[in-house]
Antibody
């Protein structure tokens, strides 16, 4: 059974850093396109980042230069390193597995809430 | 960046009736469009991909149509558990991957 379990969210001050983790089971992270998608409170879905099987990464303009997506193949885990956090980064962050090498997402984690506030 | 626009923002339909949700892309996305359902406090669930292919385990009352810039999600014979927010997403030109702003479906 495919499962994605995020962790690492919490309350952080503006300018701070946080690393989110997404532990996967039932499939191999490195063999799939993986993404982070976020949802601000009461708002819609916003794509954040993707990592390809090749290791190539892409980011939304809103997080480029501040966030880094990565994976640990030995732990079958996806990460999102978030630096220079801003109030507008406050959201539930979901990791998601892409289906069939196109970024349509067939499995999602339960989400982890990041709150950026002083 | 391809902008996805959904309409209406909110739709209220009686049980057993049909709901029709629309999604328009600012430029052609071919058939590279997905629909998701999100219930309160839950992660999104993939319903449709390739504009018209139901994902695994999705009931046949959910159907998608369209290509290019105009797409429709139809839910026939609405049930109470279909109350949710529905999002479309294009994956033809990325990055960025873009979502519509959502349609809230209420069951009367």
């Amino acid at each position: 059974e495919v499962q994605l379990v995020e962790s690492g969210g919490g309350l952080i001050q503006p300018g701070g850093s946080l690393r989110l983790s997404c532990a996967a089971s039932g499939f191999t992270v490195s063999s799939n396109y993986m993404s982070w998608v976020r949802q601000a409170p009461g708002k819609g879905l916003e794509w954040v980042s993707v990592i390809y099987t090749t290791g190539t990464t892409y980011y939304a303009d809103s997080v480029k230069g501040r966030f880094t997506i990565s994976r640990d193949n030995s732990k079958n885990t996806l990460y999102l390193q978030m630096n220079s956090l801003r109030a507008e980064d406050t959201a539930v962050y979901y990791c998601a597995k892409a289906y069939d090498f196109w970024p349509k997402f067939d499995y999602w984690g339960q989400g982890t809430l990041v709150t950026v506030s002083s | 960046e391809i902008v996805m626009t959904q309409s209406p923002a909110t739709l209220s339909v009686s049980p057993g009736e049909r709901a029709t949700l629309s999604c328009r892309a600012s430029q052609s996305v071919s058939s590279n469009l997905a629909w998701y359902q999100q219930k309160p406090g839950q992660a999104p669930r993939l319903l449709i991909y390739g504009a018209s292919t139901r994902a695994t385990g999705i009931p046949a009352r959910f159907s998608g149509s369209g290509s290019g810039t105009d797409f429709t999600l139809t839910i026939s014979s609405l049930q109470s558990e279909d109350s949710a927010v529905y999002y479309c997403q294009q994956y033809n030109n990325w990055p960025p991957i873009t979502f519509g702003q959502g349609t809230r479906l209420e069951i009367k």
